[in-house]
Nanobody, 126 residues
Framework: QLQLVESGGGLVQPGGSLRLSCDAS????????IAWFRQAPGKEREGVSC????????IYADSVKGRFTISRDNAKTTVYLQMNSLKPEDTGVYYC???????????????????WGLGTQVTVSS
């Protein structure tokens, strides 16, 4: 069964950077979409970015465009989220999620995903 494990969260000052990793524990994500979501205290979970593992097509939420970059490793077992120019409003628990996408070459940041990790905390504060 596919299990996702996030890592790389932490405390960073505004303007700083973090790189999150989503590891599929050796499972090859050849025909999947992988997405990053985040949830701040008292707010709904929101989609941040996603990547289709075959086509490498990506989508970003408007709030992170130009600052965040999603990518995958060549083995298709790990997805990264490089976060630059972090702002206090980026604070929250970040989750990665997976869904099978055997035909469509695009992903979505709607929260319809089946497999979810437990999350990693990102805190942006001075």
């Amino acid at each position: 069964q596919l299990q996702l494990v996030e890592s790389g969260g932490g405390l960073v000052q505004p303007g700083g950077s973090l790189r999150l990793s989503c590891d599929a524990s050796g499972f090859t994500l050849g025909y999947h979409n992988i997405a990053w979501f985040r949830q701040a205290p008292g707010k709904e979970r929101e989609g941040v970015s996603c990547i289709n593992m075959r086509s490498r097509s990506t989508i970003y939420a408007d709030s992170v465009k130009g600052r965040f970059t999603i990518s995958r490793d060549n083995a298709k077992t790990t997805v990264y989220l490089q976060m630059n120019s972090l702002k206090p409003e980026d604070t929250g628990v970040y989750y990665c999620a997976a869904e099978r996408s055997p035909t469509a070459p695009i992903c979505t940041i709607l929260p319809r995903y089946v497999n979810w990790g437990l999350g990693t905390q990102v805190t942006v504060s001075s």
